[in-house]
């Protein structure tokens, strides 16, 4: 940043006062419109003007340096908050970026743990379709081993006592037999 010397301000002042100066004996018709801070500087009379002591003049030239430090002050100030105020900006935007990233990161993480998560969701749900119909399968053919076995038990039944009663009529033969020998 450019900061303007005492010097160099009243270099400025005094190449202002001279334009002026110049200005002055143009028609009032044709001079350019003068800012408010300009028509304040050509009220303070110029440092050798006729009718000013040097006194006089080193007073303005003092109070326009008192001016132009007052403002380098306050311009040096301003400077000072901005620049601070900008390198939190810059630390707080460097934070917030790394964050970001941090947070992104995570983010994909979790999206892999979570993809990762519903396969293995998917493969224990189609384990237990498989499961589901393996036991309905095995409770099919249970119910079909049953239903075997309680017809082979009948039929075993059936011939037991079939069996009981030939044998029973074979020995109540063998007992009337016996009788009349």
């Not at 941090?102 to 493969?123: H, I, M």
Request: net charge neutral; no cysteine.
């Amino acid at each position: 940043m450019h900061l303007l010397t005492p010097i160099s301000i009243l270099d400025t002042q005094l190449a202002d006062r001279t334009s002026r100066l110049t200005t002055s004996s143009i028609p009032a018709e044709s001079q350019p419109t003068v800012s408010s801070s300009q028509a304040s500087l050509a009220k303070k009379p110029l440092p050798g003007e006729p009718g000013q002591s040097l006194q006089e003049t080193l007073a303005a030239t003092r109070a326009d340096l008192s001016d132009a430090q007052r403002s380098r002050s306050e311009l040096q100030e301003k400077l000072n908050h901005v620049s601070i105020d900008l390198e939190k900006l810059r630390k707080k935007s460097t934070q917030d970026a790394r964050r970001i990233s941090t947070l992104e990161s995570q983010r994909t993480q979790l999206q892999l743990r979570l993809k990762d998560r519903d396969e293995e969701l998917r493969g224990k749900a189609k384990l237990l379709d498989d499961f589901q119909d393996e036991l309905a399968t095995l409770n099919l053919q249970l119910n079909m081993a049953e239903d075997k076995s309680n017809r082979l038990q009948r039929e075993n039944q059936d011939l037991v006592d079939r069996w009981m009663a030939r044998m029973g009529k074979e020995a109540e033969a063998m007992n009337d037999a016996s009788k009349f020998s």
